[in-house]
């Protein structure tokens, strides 16, 4: 019966259309190939295949069924990502995690192709860096090491386009009975903290090696392949974590005076850090926060009340001396309602929704409070949208493009605006329970710039990445500000670019770059709506520039 089974699976392939797959695996910091990495593909059809990259770190998945194809990346003791690309790609659905544009590489590399009948498709490089660990232990005044702590590792990450540091949570372990920890990371700096939870006061959160202020943690340079040792010490941050914030939330006219209110206390600046929570008194609206250490806070009240959600937020300064009678007043959260509105001759454009759409939109709140909870509504012609009872606050929208039923997006599309009541917020966003939000328009143009060029100084097949960011005046729109890889002649493209005045340069590919080097070295170029800009010459930035 199996072999039968068998028969009949294999005389049913033999009648699907099939496609080949090729690609490469080179080292992230090398560029050189890598051998011995297992491959396996996955179509919709429930079939399957794997190739192992051979010395020169290529390999060839052949027979494929045309479709759907789903890619899975994995050796021992290493770790795998992608290089970002500007527009459209092959790849869909990568498993990686995204952090402003970068991709943060994993022990296994997932993707999504669609393969045509008879295509020989040509995937992106894939590339691998070798393990590295930072190990360590969480220790008290004697150096006893103390178990079940929480240690979590943020990441610095340069984006190289002028908008300087990003601090993002990568990876978290926790202490074992001994009060040791493990992390493997790949190559990068990190800072690295630890929170004790405390009896009658806020949980404490140490830095290595042992401050409780962000600002004068210490870095941890992690080299490819490397291990390096982070002990935390926690007594010395006991010693100013001895102040409290007290007062009260008011009642709502109206409003039950019983209603359960959270009290969140969370660090101002990058990385902005939960520093203390309670429970606000649900009869007298009393709270106290007691073990803070002396800083910049924003202090959060949130509630739900009638099935809807209230919120406030207050700068907090404290020194030398307790914060005492903070009055917090509630303020009820409001829906962000607009259309879709596009620029162009494409009428079949939508908003994407479960099983339709091109355009993805997102609510990003500024001050990353609630995360990525806010989901729109899309109404059946899939041209308006409504984010309900959203909390008072800074926001922006985000805007997407994404396949369709297995279409790709058109490289070509792009974001020309985003208006609230006819005010462009696409810039700067804009403040729910200040501003209109209830005529949202975001605009879409379909025939977006394309810059084409060389990169001046680049040698033959060497990694380079060109980096196109909007003027300064408008750089805190960092959809505006993008990235693309180089060919192996150090030819580039980038479509579906915005109106507006850019600054260009390129520099070998994980070349870190600061503000002022991208600015001094960069020449500027001109997009005006629909045009196409061909032979640009892009300098490269030198090592050590």
């Known amino acids: 019966m199996l072999v039968l089974i068998a028969l009949l699976s294999a005389l049913f392939q033999q009648g699907l259309p099939t496609g080949t797959m090729e690609g490469m695996v080179l080292g992230r910091t090398t560029n050189g190939p890598i051998a011995d990495v297992l491959i396996k593909a996955a179509g919709d059809s429930a079939t399957s295949s794997e190739a192992i990259t051979d010395s020169a ?60 009948a008879g295509e020989n498709l040509k995937l992106p490089a894939i590339l691998a860096s070798r393990e590295a660990v930072i190990r360590g232990r969480v220790v008290d005044g004697e150096g006893q090491g103390i178990p079940r702590v929480p240690v979590t590792f943020i990441a610095e990450i340069t984006d190289g386009l002028g908008r300087g540091r990003l ?4 990876g978290t372990a926790s202490t074992d009975e001994h009060g040791e920890y493990r992390r493997v990371l ?86 902005a850090a939960a520093a203390a929570d309670t429970a606000a008194n649900e009869k007298t609206g009393r709270f106290e926060l007691r073990g803070i250490q002396p800083g910049s806070y924003d202090l959060f009240a949130s509630a739900t009340i009638d099935d809807k959600e209230y919120l406030a937020k207050i700068p907090i300064e404290i020194r030398d001396r307790d914060v005492e009678d903070v009055e917090i007043l509630l303020r009820p959260g409001a829906d962000i309602k607009g259309r879709l509105v596009i620029e162009g001759d494409a009428s079949d454009l939508q908003l994407a929704r479960p099983g339709a759409g091109t355009i993805k939109i997102a609510l990003n709140r500024k001050d990353g409070l609630f995360g990525d909870i806010f989901k729109p509504l899309i109404d059946e012609t899939g041209l308006a949208f409504a984010f309900r009872d959203v909390p008072p606050g800074d926001y922006s929208l985000a805007v997407g493009f994404v396949p369709d039923r297995g279409r790709a997006p058109s490289p070509d599309l792009y974001v020309a605006d985003i208006r609230a009541s006819g005010r462009s917020v696409f810039d700067n966003g804009f403040e729910v329970g200040v501003d209109q939000t209830d005529a949202m328009e975001v605009i879409v143009g379909t025939n977006g710039a394309t810059i084409a060029g060389n990169v001046v100084g680049a040698t033959p097949n060497q990694p380079v990445t060109v980096l196109l960011a909007i003027e ?49 070295r960069a020449i500027t170029v001109v997009v005006q709506k629909g045009t196409s800009i061909s032979g640009i010459q892009v300098p490269l930035l030198s090592p050590g520039k």
Request: aromatic share 8%; proline share 9%.
């Open 57 to 116: 770190g290529r390999f060839i998945l052949r027979d494929l069924p045309a479709g759907r194809v789903r890619i899975e990346v994995s050796a021992e003791g290493y770790l795998f990502g992608l290089r970002p690309t500007a527009g459209p790609s092959a790849i869909e659905n990568n498993n990686l995690l995204n952090i402003g544009g970068n991709l943060f590489p994993g022990r296994s590399l997932g993707f999504t192709v669609n393969l045509a």
């Open 167 to 170: 601090l993002p949570e990568v």
């Open 186 to 271: 790949p190559v990068g700096n990190y800072y690295v903290k630890a929170t004790v939870d405390r009896p009658d006061a806020a949980a404490l959160t140490v830095y290595y090696p042992a401050t409780t202020d962000a600002l004068t943690a210490a870095p941890v340079v992690l080299g490819e392949g490397a291990e390096a040792t982070a002990d935390i010490e926690i007594a010395p941050a006991l010693d100013v974590y001895k102040l409290q914030i007290s007062g009260r939330v008011l009642p709502l006219p109206g409003k039950s005076t019983s209603t359960p209110v959270n009290i969140l206390l969370k660090t101002q600046g990058a990385p």
């Open 472 to 520: 300064f005046a408008r750089r805190s729109n960092t959809s505006l500000v993008k990235s693309v890889a180089g060919n192996a002649n150090g030819q580039f493209q980038m479509r579906g670019l915005t109106p507006g005045t850019y600054r260009i340069l390129a520099a070998p590919a994980g070349t870190p770059m600061s503000r002022a080097v991208f600015e001094s």
